[in-house]
């Protein structure tokens, strides 16, 4: 059973930085994608960042030039780093990390989330 484990939220001031891990288990392959969403109370989880296996990535254009991520394939883990960190980044961030199944469906596996809350 793939599980996914993240670490690394809290509580920091605005303009500090921060960086999430996530950790998966419980398969012998890899993902073609994993990356990093966001949500908010009463909106929609949204996506933060995201890499495949090859390295490509995509970004949410909010937190383009501030946050980057990573991921080690043969490790199964993917991390990010967030910088200049804002208020408005406060969210609960969730660990992704998909494979492909045909016609345009996707197996996606959740980690259980983790707070990252930017105040002073």
């Known amino acids: 059973q793939v599980q996914l484990v993240e670490s690394g939220g809290g509580l920091v001031h605005p303009g500090g930085s921060l960086r999430l891990s996530c950790a998966a288990s419980?398969?012998?392959?890899?993902?073609?994608?994993m990356g990093w969403y966001r949500q908010t109370p009463g909106k929609q989880r949204e996506l933060v960042a995201s890499v495949t296996s090859g390295g490509p990535t995509v970004y949410a254009r909010s937190v383009k030039g501030r946050f980057t991520i990573s991921r080690d394939n043969a490790k199964n883990t993917v991390h990010l780093e967030m910088n200049s960190l804002q208020p408005e980044d406060t969210a609960v961030y969730y660990c992704?990390?998909?494979?492909?199944?045909?016609?345009?469906?996707?197996?996606?596996?959740w980690g259980q989330g983790t707070q990252v809350t930017v105040s002073s």
């Open positions: 419980g398969t012998a392959f890899g993902f073609t994608v």
């Open positions: 992704n990390a998909r494979n492909p199944l045909g016609s345009g469906s996707w197996r996606d596996y």
